[in-house]
């Protein structure tokens, strides 16, 4: 049986021979990576070591524990919350998944504001979910007028409006954190879930965490891929009230969450102040890159990320980012997404390799 969209136009070719796929970022082989947010650290080598210890105590001839009953429990225990009310995933993007699974669908819509992340839309239409899409002020934040006209737009797609309002602070692909009053404005108007993506809260100035206790319907999602140098284990997860966490589990398959990753994530739990080395420098670099984009001469949002969004200005951002390609660079290239042509993100990197990001980029302007 063809699958549905088999027929639309294949992914386009970009260099390298890699494939551009909506919102995939290209593979492309070169020297610097800074395209994916990944981190520029790996773990420490304790943590590899104490990740082959548990991993070595695991009875790989059973199934593993269907709830992640004690990853949940540590989780738990970091964010001062009750293990009823995490739940444990392959990825935030499959919690954002369950998501859609147990409250999305058919008859049912989710609110977002472009730009943001580009899974939210993606995985709401692999749902069948409706995507009603609001605007970001000219400073790439939420208006709570713009709130209101999403909210009332989506109430045409079901009941009273969204079954699920999406905001990402700090916001992937402007690095920008959502003030705390927008955050309960909407979770004061909205008539479903509100969920918040908290992937990149480790580098940024304020959480919405804290709200979780007083607002039911507000869903907060975390991430082992940045802060904790993970992204290869590819382990998120929510915090919410426990009935929604409990619809997770529902729409989740049995087993889903295979052993080794339950222990590794328990392990990373206890190497907290090496991430928050890492994060750190992170930001020290953050910081410094912004400057060397200044100096270039690039208009750069003030990012709380591990990445920086920044505009070419006069120069064609796609070529600017073939040029370094060609140089062994690898940025992002935003330039086709919701009110971003023109722009570029880099992932903050190593030292060396924000040296040559910034080498590269003088080369290709000058």
Same mark, same amino acid.
């Given at each position: 049986m063809t699958p549905a969209g088999a027929d639309r136009p294949g992914p386009e070719p970009r260099p390298g021979g890699a494939l551009w796929s909506g919102y995939h970022s290209p593979q492309v082989d070169v020297a610097v990576r800074l395209n994916t947010n990944e981190a520029p650290e790996p773990p420490p080598p304790e943590f590899i070591a104490a990740v082959r210890k548990a991993v070595g105590d695991i009875a790989l001839? $059973? @199934?593993? #524990?269907?709830?992640?009953? +004690? /990853? $949940?429990? *540590? =989780? &738990? *225990?970091?964010?001062?919350?009750? +293990?009823?009310? %995490?739940?444990? +995933?392959?990825?935030?993007?499959? %919690? =954002?998944?369950?998501?859609?699974? +147990? @409250?999305?669908?058919?008859?049912?819509?989710?609110?977002?504001?472009?730009?943001? @992340?580009?899974?939210?839309?993606?995985?709401a239409r692999l749902t069948s979910t409706a995507v009603v899409t609001g605007e970001r002020d000219d400073g790439y934040l939420i208006d709570p007028a713009e709130v209101d006209r999403v909210l009332e737009a989506a109430a045409a797609h079901g009941d009273a409006g969204p079954a699920i309002v999406f905001l990402c602070s700090p916001n992937n692909p402007t690095g920008l954190v959502e003030p705390v009053s927008t955050i309960e404005a909407v979770l004061a108007a909205a008539p479903g879930l509100v969920v918040v993506d908290e992937a990149y809260v480790q580098f940024a100035r304020s959480s919405v965490l804290g709200l979780v206790a007083t607002h039911p319907h507000l869903v907060v999602l975390r991430t082992f891929s940045k802060t904790w140098s993970l992204a290869a284990l590819r382990l998120g997860y929510a915090l919410g009230a426990p009935d929604v966490i409990e619809?997770?589990?529902? *729409?989740?398959?049995? @087993?889903?969450? #295979? &052993?080794?990753?339950? &222990?590794?994530?328990? %392990? *990373?739990?206890?190497?907290?102040?090496?991430? #928050?080395?890492?994060?750190?420098?992170?930001?020290?670099?953050? #910081?410094?890159? /912004? &400057?060397?984009?200044?100096? /270039?001469g690039f208009a750069a949002i003030p990012s709380e990320s591990n990445f920086i969004l920044f505009s070419t200005g006069d120069h064609d951002a796609h070529r600017v980012w073939e040029d370094l390609v060609q140089r062994s660079v690898l940025v992002r290239d935003l330039t086709g997404w919701p009110r971003l042509a023109g722009h570029l993100r880099v992932t903050i990197g190593t030292a060396a390799e924000n040296d040559a990001f910034l080498a590269a980029l003088a080369q290709v302007i000058s």
């Amino acid at each position: 049986m063809t699958p549905a969209g088999a027929d639309r136009p294949g992914p386009e070719p970009r260099p390298g021979g890699a494939l551009w796929s909506g919102y995939h970022s290209p593979q492309v082989d070169v020297a610097v990576r800074l395209n994916t947010n990944e981190a520029p650290e790996p773990p420490p080598p304790e943590f590899i070591a104490a990740v082959r210890k548990a991993v070595g105590d695991i009875a790989l001839n $059973r @199934y593993p #524990d269907r709830r992640a009953s +004690a /990853l $949940r429990a *540590a =989780i &738990a *225990a970091q964010h001062g919350l009750g +293990a009823e009310q %995490v739940f444990c +995933a392959n990825g935030s993007n499959e %919690v =954002i998944q369950s998501l859609f699974l +147990a @409250y999305g669908g058919p008859g049912r819509s989710c609110a977002l504001f472009e730009p943001t @992340y580009a899974l939210h839309s993606h995985i709401a239409r692999l749902t069948s979910t409706a995507v009603v899409t609001g605007e970001r002020d000219d400073g790439y934040l939420i208006d709570p007028a713009e709130v209101d006209r999403v909210l009332e737009a989506a109430a045409a797609h079901g009941d009273a409006g969204p079954a699920i309002v999406f905001l990402c602070s700090p916001n992937n692909p402007t690095g920008l954190v959502e003030p705390v009053s927008t955050i309960e404005a909407v979770l004061a108007a909205a008539p479903g879930l509100v969920v918040v993506d908290e992937a990149y809260v480790q580098f940024a100035r304020s959480s919405v965490l804290g709200l979780v206790a007083t607002h039911p319907h507000l869903v907060v999602l975390r991430t082992f891929s940045k802060t904790w140098s993970l992204a290869a284990l590819r382990l998120g997860y929510a915090l919410g009230a426990p009935d929604v966490i409990e619809s997770l589990f529902s *729409a989740a398959l049995p @087993y889903h969450l #295979d &052993a080794v990753k339950q &222990a590794a994530g328990i %392990v *990373a739990l206890g190497f907290t102040e090496e991430m #928050d080395g890492r994060v750190a420098r992170i930001v020290a670099e953050r #910081d410094r890159l /912004l &400057a060397g984009l200044g100096a /270039l001469g690039f208009a750069a949002i003030p990012s709380e990320s591990n990445f920086i969004l920044f505009s070419t200005g006069d120069h064609d951002a796609h070529r600017v980012w073939e040029d370094l390609v060609q140089r062994s660079v690898l940025v992002r290239d935003l330039t086709g997404w919701p009110r971003l042509a023109g722009h570029l993100r880099v992932t903050i990197g190593t030292a060396a390799e924000n040296d040559a990001f910034l080498a590269a980029l003088a080369q290709v302007i000058s």
